[in-house]
């Protein structure tokens, strides 16, 4: 089997995506700093082994890990080793934690958000409306960053001020490019942050998922100060990182799909389809890092070895054409049924996908009825992703935003 080196600066995704599916439905990948893994490309067996126990997320279970092959400065290793939380336990354990997360986050909760999400993206519009007219806007980082952030921020009750220090942290985290020598420090820092804002929710408790976590754990659910701290940061790293890489890649899609762009601002085609869509063939995650096999496990004709790392390539298996058929390449945001899984599947499932959801439902039709004469301010060839290997995150979005309304340009 030939293996396939994971480019860092992510220059070519959609390439990278078809070599992983052209190997077959277990292919071997180098990870940034030659770490060596399998990688599940194809849709039906990306289900199957995300519902297999035999396939953990127990670190321990790791042959390159026991073997000490791994090393501590390694730029992924916060993802692959991110402390102890509901990522990164299974069976009884993980339901456990997942319940407390779970509860905060039921459809009816994220509903009762919906009100502070059109504040928070009205606020947003306003800001943008503001702007000198005709200067060129990065919608990244004007528009799709500050929603998920303040939203995320608001459920966990950390504090507006923490913003910035997360945003430099969080980049740092998730990029193949961060100098190894920096890794330590950073993950200290992030520990240290995350610790700060779980003391100050336990002198003074809100109505928030901290205070909760923190609450179950003086009520005898026995999490621990590390569970607490590290299922924090979880969510706050995956609630807000999906919501924006979901808002810009809608974006890009429409602006590079004028005729359904067109049908979507008339009313032919609903915003549901879109996003939906967009998670399917420009989804926000491109691999999860990682889980780890127990047992020989033969996946299609191939086998993923006793003790080998395994991640889920979404970006390769999102295009699946024996899931999705032969326009598997294509965007169509009419396309029925859609059954893809961007958000996982089987018990480590996204718990916060119906708040991502709800954030892009929101935004995308306000940012459109607001500036309906968007466009890129740069061809879409120029777009360039940021060097993440996880996120199928846009360094910017650089767009244009004509007059508000559709109103004459003066």
Excluded at 134 to 157: C, H, R, T, W
Excluded at 165 to 181: A, C, G, I, N, V
Excluded at 252 to 267: D, F, I, M, S, Y
Excluded at 271 to 278: A, C, F, K, L, P
Aim: overall charge negative.
């Amino acid at each position: 089997m030939t293996r396939i080196a994971l480019d860092p600066f992510v220059t070519d995704l959609d390439g990278e995506s078809a070599a992983l599916r052209a190997a077959g439905p277990l292919a071997e990948v180098e990870l940034p700093g030659g770490v060596h893994v399998y990688a599940v490309t194809r849709h039906a067996e990306a289900r199957a082994l995300l519902t297999d126990s035999r396939v953990v997320k127990d670190i321990n279970v790791w042959g390159a890990w026991q073997r000490g092959e791994i090393p501590m400065d390694w730029p992924l290793i916060g993802l692959a080793n991110p402390g102890r939380s509901m990522l990164t336990v299974d069976g009884a354990d993980h339901r456990r934690l997942r319940t407390l997360v779970a509860q905060a986050l039921t459809v009816k909760r994220v509903e009762r958000l919906r009100t502070g999400i059109e504040a928070l993206t009205n606020a947003s519009l306003e800001k943008l409306a503001a702007l000198p007219a005709g200067q060129p806007v990065d919608l990244k980082a004007e528009f799709a960053y500050p929603l998920p952030m303040n939203v995320i921020s608001e459920l966990m009750g950390v504090d507006a001020a923490d913003h910035p220090r997360l945003k430099e942290l969080f980049e740092k985290f998730f990029s193949t490019q961060t100098p190894p020598e920096e890794v330590p420090q950073m993950m200290a820092d992030l520990g240290t942050l995350f610790t700060k804002i779980v003391d100050a929710k336990r002198a003074a408790p809100g109505d928030d998922l901290t205070s909760a976590l923190i609450a179950a754990s003086e009520n005898g659910d026995h999490l621990t100060d590390e569970e607490i701290v590290n299922t924090l940061q979880l969510i706050i790293a995956a609630g807000h990182e999906t919501t924006i890489s979901l808002i810009v890649n809608v974006v890009e899609a429409l602006q590079t799909h004028p005729e359904q762009r067109e049908k979507v601002l008339n009313g032919e085609i609903g915003w549901d389809g879109v996003i939906e869509e967009t998670l399917r063939w420009n989804t926000p995650t491109s691999h999860v890092l990682i889980r780890f096999a127990t047992e020989d496990i033969e996946v299609g004709d191939k086998v993923l070895p006793k003790g080998e790392g395994l991640i889920i390539s979404f970006g390769a298996l999102g295009r699946d054409e024996e899931q999705y058929g032969p326009t598997a390449g294509e965007f169509d945001a009419t396309r029925t049924p859609n059954r893809h899984i961007a958000f996982g599947h089987g018990p480590h499932v996204c718990p916060g996908a119906a708040l991502s959801r709800l954030e892009a439902g929101i935004a995308l039709p306000a940012l459109y009825e607001r500036f309906p004469e968007l466009e890129l301010a740069v061809p879409a060839t120029e777009l360039r992703n940021k060097p993440i290997v996880t996120q199928n995150d846009l360094h910017e979005l650089p767009v244009e935003l004509g007059c508000p309304f559709g109103g004459d340009k003066k």
